[in-house]
Structure formats: C-alpha cells, structure tokens
C-alpha cells in the first residue's frame, strides 16, 4: 500500500495523509454512482402499486374495455434479460383524455403463483401503441402477462393472458459482422508484420521532419542554457495520444539528462502527473544521471483546462525555456499555449490528433506532427523492430482502405451516372446498423 | 522615416497594438448596434429546427445535454437559450442532463433552464426536468441507451426518479426523440457513434465554431442530423425561432473581427511584398 | 510484479471490452464494469483535488517563491467546498453565486484571449511566401466573408460552404482514417503488452 499510496499522490517518498483525507471528504459529498438495484426498487414500486389499487374503491361503474392485441417479444441481439410488451389502447381510451388513466403491466414468472404489477403506463402519452421493456429477467424462462386498464375512480379490466414467452440470449452481434471482418484483418496485418520485423526483415519509414527536429531543439537548449519545456497534452492516460506523448518524453527526457541539461514536465491530469514523474525520473537513471532529476521539475498545475493554460504561460515567460515540446492532446488552449511560446522566442515543435487544432499549431509552431504521426513516434525515435512492424502493418491496413474508397467511389458513381443505383448495395457493406433492427 | 519604411514596418508590429484594436473591434459593435447583420438559415441549422418541431407538445421530451464547460458557454448559451424558448414555447417537454465531467455544464444548466422556463411559465418536473450530471460522458450514454434511471437514480435536487412526473414514461432512448447535445468536444460526435449509432438514437448537434468542421463528415453522412455550428449557428436558430438574443448581438462584433483580421493581413502582405520589392 | 500486474489486468479488460462489443450476451457484465468505471473516474476528482492541495500546501509550508499564490489558491479551494456543502447548490445559494460569479467569467476570458492570439498570429503567418500559402490565404477570406452571409451578390457564402464541406472536409476525413488506424494499432500494442508507456518507466 505505501508504494501505491506514494506513486498515487506524488511519486515521491513523503506521504501525507492530509491532503488524500481532504479528497476524500470531498468525495464523500459527491453524490453516489448508481448502482443495480433497478429489480429492487422496481419490487417496490410495484408494491405501492399493487397496495394502491387493492386499496381501490369497489366497482361501482362499467369497466372499460380490456386490451386485447397485448405483443410480447425477445427483444433482439441482447443477453436474454429483456422482453418487449406493446399493446394498443382501450377500446374507450381516446388518447388519455377519458375515463382510462392507467394501463398496469402484471406478469408472472416460473416461480410465481399469482400476477404482480412490473409496471404502470400513463394513458397521457402519444400514439396508439404503448409499448415497456421489462428487464432483469431470466434467459430461458417463461412469463406471462396481462394488462389491467384502469380508471381515475379505481375500476379496472384486466385483458386476456398472452404467454409464456422466454427471452432468449443471442451470442452475437449479427449487425456487426462486417466490423469483426474488418477487425480480424486488421489484427492478422499488425502482427503478421511485427512477426516479420521480428525475423529480421529491414522496414522503411518515411523521414518526419518534426521528429528529426526534437534532438536540433533539445541541442539548442543546452547550448543557451535553457530548460526544455514539455507539455505532455492535457488528456487522460486513457488517451492514445497521451501514451504515444508518454513514449516521446521518455526519449527526450534521456537525451536532455545525457546533455545535463534541465526539462520541465507541467502535467493537467492527476493520473498522468505520476506516470511522467516515473517516466523522467527513470530516463535520468537510465542516463546515469540520477542526481540531476528535480522532482519539482515534473509536476501536476491543475485539472481545469484554462487555468492550466494560464498556468503554463506564467511558466513560459518566467522560465523562458529554449525550447517548447507540445505532444499530446490538446483543445481550445492549444493556440494559447503555442502563441505565448511563439513570444518568448522559443523553438516549437508540435503533435497532437486533435484534427481542430492542428491549423493552430501549424500557424504558431516551428513544426508540426500531424495526427498518426505522433503514433509512429514510438517506432521511429526508437526503431524497435516490433514497434516498426506495427506501424507497417498498419500502414498497410490503410492502403486496403484507399483501395476500398477507389472501388466503393467508383461504383456508386457510376450508379448515379446510370440513374438506377445497381450499386446501393456497396454503401450497405460498412454501415453498422443499429441493434433494434 | 519614409511612407515606405513605415509599410516596411508594419510587418514587425507589436502584438498589443493588434489586441487594442481587436478590443476595439469586439466591444464597440456592443453599445452601437452597428454594423447591420443579416444572415440566413443555413440548412443544418433548418434540419435541427425541423427535428425539435415535430416533436409533439407535452409528450416525450427532447434530451438536453450540457456538455460544455464555461470557457465555452459564450457561444453554445445562446444556442441552448434559443432552443429552449422554441421548445417551451411549443410545450415540448425538455430533459436535460449534463456529461461535463467536472459537474460545470451542470452549473451551466442550472442556470440557463430554470431561468428560461420562468418565462414561458413552464413548471419543474412537469414541463421540464434536469437529472443532473455524470462524469463518465461515454458510460453515461451507453448506460441510458438501457436505463434512464439506474444512470440517473435521482435528479440534480435530490429528487428519486420515479417521483419525477416527465419521466414517467421514459425507460431509455427509445422514448427518446432526439438529443441536442451542446459540446465544445469530441462528445459531440460520440453521442452519434455510441448512441446514435447502437441504439437508432437521433443526434442534433450543437458546437463550438471551430469544432464545427470536425462534425461535418457526421452530418454529411447522416449519422448527426442537424448542425448549430458557433455563434451563427445560434444566430440562425434565433432568427429560425424568432427570439433574438445574445447570438445576433455577438455576430455584430464577430463581422468586425473578421473585417479587421483581414485588414491585418493585407497589411501584413503588402509590407511583405513591398520590403521583398525595396530588398531588391 | 510491478510490471506484470498491470500488463495482466490491462490484457483482460482490454479482451473483455473487444468480446463484449460482438457478444450480446456479455452485456450484464459489460454494465456491472461500466458501473466500476464510473467510481474509478469519480476517484480521479479526489486525486485531482489531493495533487492541488499536496503541491500547493507544500510550497506554502516551505515558503517557496510565490508561496502566496498557493495560500489563496488553497483559500479558494476551501471557500467552494465549504459554500457547498453549509449552503447547496441549489439556484439562490452562494455556491451559486459564485460559480456565475467568478467561474464563468474567469473561464470565459481565458477562452476569449484566443480570439486576440489568432488576430496576431494570423497576422503573423499569413503571408503570400508561396503557392501553397497564397491560395490558403484566399480561402480563409472568402471563409471570413462568408461565415458572416456576406457577400451574396457574388455568391461568397456559397463558395465558403463549399470550401468547408468539400475539399476541407477531404483532408479532414484522411487524417481521421489515419487517426482512427492509428489508436487501434496503439490500443493493440496497449492490450497485447507491446506498449508499456503508460506504466512509467515500464521496467521492473
């Protein structure tokens, strides 16, 4: 625990039990993630329902009309624990404005001797049909229901027993299988290829001018003296653009500690803060320079968006550090960020997948790394044979999909040139529809 | 110093003597009503009025979703304010909810719905209910597509779900119309890949200007049906509805900005060119 | 164990969540981790809010330069918490007040500095250097124009929307497909191990 506690909080080797207490007070006060007692609170419900309409005045009056065209069915391409109930209005239910008010759904399950209300439906609602999904139920086992209309002054008929039904479990996604295709070649491409770097097969990369220009930044800096400063996005770990920052900055971090030379690291996400604390901290030992690690250096500003922009530009004009790395995912502050670094004079170098910020950093910085370029990151500073094939894997995957867009273009234009569409059945292939139908 | 060394020198101009002017730019068109903006409803923006129109009055609500922050309520309030006079005008019953992690969207909503629903005297829970926030944008959208009530057991003020009258009759997104989400973010387009997509769900999408390009491909295939894109989008939908707010009032100062940036940079050209001609 | 922990616990979450996705069947469990999830995150505000107090409450107590800052910072901090939780949240409450107060304001204005950035660096980078650069400077007039419905006459509007919606989109889309390869590929090497980044320094 203590090792998780100081890499949780600081990565440092002070524990202080003040601040996590604080936090957690805080917690405390959040409200509480919902948890599955939706069958729980529906039993309940159903129990003021049931106590509410045994409660009823007797009959005095006609009762209405019971429903009589109550559907039941498995609902589709689900895990066998829902049914889906329609049923039309009452004969004397005009659209929730006469005497019916209610309709109740009752069921019974296999284990049940008598009908219990699952649910009740207002009459004031839209349309013909009301329909319910009834769930937590069992796969495979049988229910029957019925629907009670109700009136305002408590008489009620119940319609004919429509059942027993199962829902039933399906074992797979039928609507996705062109995704699963897909899916499986791209995966047989990634590591067919990583097996082939493996074996020793030589891949060639294309030269990434952004990349090339980190170790011209890098040596800048320590010739003037300056700090590198690297802003690792403002994404969670969960981020690929985070993890492929986070590969980028182990590199330079050794680089800048074999010139001795100083980095600093300002992290927005709390999750992110240690794991780039961890990350510098080990690039300095692997260097063979430990004593040169600040852990002050490597520190987390904030978790708010613009208060860590503005954090980061104090940092800019008071460090003034020779060099700015921006490699991750960023948003509105992007141009922030690159405009103030563009004032103090320093080298840029930019990378991010965030497509509405690329245009920013393209007009501030000195270069730019767009998109998935920041994932080949990995693969090019450190030419592992491994992370090459992947990259050529993937690279390959691409060009499958450009021959698809070729043919799928080609086809669906020359249906429109013939005016009868022969080739609709292209655009169908890729879609995903949705699991209803 | 000559006319064309001062030309020349227009190209090195200090940055705060451009913000003094863009200050200038931005506020005047506030206290002048000047200059005249007129402009027209694009067809993203007909699509989302279109699709919050036909949703029939007092019956199941459109699903509102703050999921923007502060930074970016300048430009997706008004959108937000226009839309709900449009709906409380009609008597289309509004849920809103917010997936702004951080809990201020929610802050934003609790503001921004109960103020304008005053107006149209529109009552809590009946005409109109806030269920409050998740900060998980991506479970939350995937949970409701099952169960409104396990991902929002009670509402923003306490209050238990089954005790909200709106909700009655709403289980998941098949009671659901449609959903405008209002992201300054890529949770905009996720509510037309994960719900939109997984559940049939429709998805109206209102975003930040510059975030407006990125949803386009959304649009153009059909995935998000109908587009508020910035400040003009807010703008055009406050025409499309009628009530003029702080959408039009912004597009005066933005026409400014855009004359002046263009200034700029045909200064910043002809000093180009023109220390490019003396150079030689 | 430090390392392989993780790498197991990451390969069996990330299996489970590409089955889950073909397999209706998985969707009780898909929730019940979806739930999980939902506490984990809610945990990440408890670290966020224990980082700010730990650095904060630490640079006030040894006096670092600019140690004032942090004092307010931490003030501000408290003051929110406690509107809270003595007052609510609810419309007339001060913790209301003040999120409309100070919050929007402040977060308003940084987001709105970027207007005066793009003007300079607008300013700055659109120069006719080139081909390339002159016909981008073209279109992002004739886009200034026409976002603003200027211009009908000679039908800038439409020519904006056109240059939006067709070439720029084009590019967009490219990137997007590189992009979206790009994550899988990464998301694979993640799951399969390849990919250690996230662990820190990734060695034992």
């Known amino acids: 625990m203590t090792w998780m506690r100081a890499g949780l909080l600081q990565g440092s080797e002070r524990r202080s039990l003040l601040p996590f207490l604080l936090g957690l007070l805080f917690f405390c006060s959040l409200p509480c993630v919902p948890t599955a007692q939706a069958e729980d609170t529906q039993g309940q419900a159903a129990d003021r329902v049931q106590a509410s309409l045994a409660a009823a005045s007797p009959p005095s009056a006609a009762p209405p009309s019971p429903v009589t065209d109550l559907e039941i069915r498995d609902k589709p391409l689900d895990a066998g624990k829902v049914l889906l109930v329609s049923f039309g209005r009452s004969s004397d239910d005009p659209g929730g404005q006469g005497a019916v008010t209610r309709y109740a759904l009752l069921r019974r399950g296999p284990a049940d001797t008598a009908f219990a209300v699952v649910k009740t439906l207002t009459a004031l609602v839209k349309g013909d049909r009301l329909s319910y999904e009834d769930t937590g139920l069992k796969p495979g086992a ?102 492929a920052s986070l590969n980028i900055l182990g590199q330079v971090a050794k680089k800048i500690a074999t010139y ?98 690329l245009p920013f950093f393209v007009t501030a910085c000195d270069y730019t790394i767009i998109g998935e370029e920041l994932y080949a990151a990995s693969a090019y500073i450190g030419r592992e044979p491994t992370l090459l094939g992947s990259l050529k894997g993937q690279d390959y995957f691409k060009l499958c999909v450009l021959i698809l867009i070729i043919i799928g273009v080609a086809l669906m234009t020359s249906g429109v040139l013939l005016r009868n569409q022969p080739f609709d059945w292209v655009s169908q292939i890729l879609k995903v529809r949705a699991a209803g139908g | 110093m000559g006319f064309l060394e001062w030309i020349v020198r227009l190209q090195r101009l200090d940055r705060r003597i451009i913000f003094s002017f863009m200050f200038v730019a931005v506020t005047v068109p506030f206290y002048l009503n000047w200059p005249p903006v007129e402009i027209e409803v694009s067809r993203e923006v007909e699509d989302a009025y279109q699709i919050i129109d036909r949703i029939p009055p007092h019956g199941d609500p459109l699903l509102l979703s703050f999921d923007y922050d502060p930074a970016a309520a300048a430009e997706l309030t008004p959108m ?98 449609a959903v405008l989400t209002l992201a300054a973010t890529a949770v905009g387009e996720s509510w037309a890949i994960y719900p939109g997509s997984r559940y049939g769900l429709t ?78 | 164990m430090k390392t392989q922990l993780p790498l197991f616990i990451c390969a069996v979450a990330g299996i489970f969540m590409a089955v889950q996705y073909f397999v209706p069947a998985a969707l009780p469990a898909y929730e019940r981790v979806n739930d999980y999830l939902q506490i984990v995150y809610a945990f990440s505000i408890v670290l966020g809010v224990a980082s700010v107090v730990h650095r904060h409450g630490g640079r006030v107590q040894k006096r670092r330069k600019d ?109 997007l497909i590189g992009v979206g390869l790009g994550m899988a590929s990464t998301a694979l090497k993640v799951v399969v191990g390849i990919e250690r980044s996230y662990l820190g320094s990734g060695k034992e």
């Open chain 2, 203 to 280: 998805v109206i999408a209102g975003v930040t200007a510059v975030y407006t390009a990125d949803i386009q491909p959304f649009y153009q295939s059909g995935q998000i049906k109908g587009v508020l894109g910035g400040l003009k989008g807010a703008a055009e939908y406050e025409k499309r509805v009628n009530v003029l707010g702080k959408g039009m009032a912004g597009m005066r100062s933005q026409k400014t900005v855009h004359y002046m940036i263009i200034l700029f940079i045909a200064l910043g050209n002809i000093a180009y060119w023109l220390s490019r001609g003396s150079a030689k």
């Open chain 3, 67 to 175: 140690w004032p800052y942090s004092l307010a910072a931490l003030i501000a901090l408290l003051f929110m918490l406690l509107a809270g939780f003595i007052g609510g949240r609810g419309r007339e409450t001060l913790f209301q007040a003040l999120f409309n107060a100070i919050l929007l304001p402040v977060q308003a204005t940084m987001f709105a500095l970027l207007a005066f950035y793009l003007a300079s660096a607008s300013f700055r980078a659109f120069r006719t250097r080139s081909t390339d650069a002159t016909v981008l400077l073209i279109a992002a007039v004739i886009v200034m124009i026409g976002r603003l419905d200027d211009g009908r006459a000679l039908g800038i509007p439409d020519i904006a929307r056109w240059i939006l919606n067709t070439p720029n989109l084009a590019a967009k889309r490219a990137i």
């Open chain 1, 260 to 357: 001795q030379s100083r980095i600093l690291v300002p992290n927005r996400d709390p999750f992110v803060y240690p794991v780039t604390q961890d990350v510098v901290k080990f690039a300095f030992a692997e260097a063979g320079y430990p004593q040169d690690f600040r852990e002050d250096d490597v520190y987390f500003v904030t978790n708010d968006q613009f208060a860590y922009a503005a954090a980061v530009c104090g940092t800019m004009v008071r460090e003034k550090p020779g060099a700015n790395l921006l490699l991750g995912m960023f948003f509105a502050e992007s141009l922030i960020l690159a405009e103030t670094g563009s004032s103090i004079g320093a080298i840029q170098i930019a990378g991010t997948d965030a497509i509405s910020q």
């Open chain 2, 80 to 177: 937000a304010e226009a839309v709900l006079h449009h709906c409380f005008s009609k008597g289309i019953r509004v849920l809103v909810i917010s997936l702004q992690y951080t809990g201020q969207g929610a802050g934003i909503a609790s503001e921004v719905v109960p103020r304008i629903a005053a107006q149209h005297g529109r009552k809590q829970d009946v005409d109109w209910a806030f269920l409050g926030f998740q900060p998980n944008a991506l479970i939350a959208m995937l949970q409701m597509g099952e169960d409104f009530k396990r991902t929002f057991p009670t509402d923003y003020y306490g209050t238990p779900f089954d005790e909200i009258p709106l909700v009655e009759s709403v289980q998941n997104y098949a009671q659901i119309p």
């Open chain 1, 142 to 243: 049988g229910y029957s229901y019925l629907v009670r209309t109700l009136t305002a002054s408590g008489v009620f008929s119940d319609g004919p027993v429509f059942g027993p039904v199962a829902p039933a479990r399906q074992w797979f996604f039928t609507n996705k299988i062109n995704t699963l295709i897909t899916t499986i070649l791209f995966v047989i491409l990634i590591l067919a290829y990583i097996r082939a770097a493996r074996r020793g097969r030589s891949l060639f990369i294309r030269r990434i001018a952004g990349l090339d220009a980190i170790d011209e930044a890098v040596g800048r800096c320590t010739e003037m003296g300056k700090p590198t400063l690297y802003i690792p996005g403002i994404s969670t770990i969960s981020d690929v653009a985070t993890i």
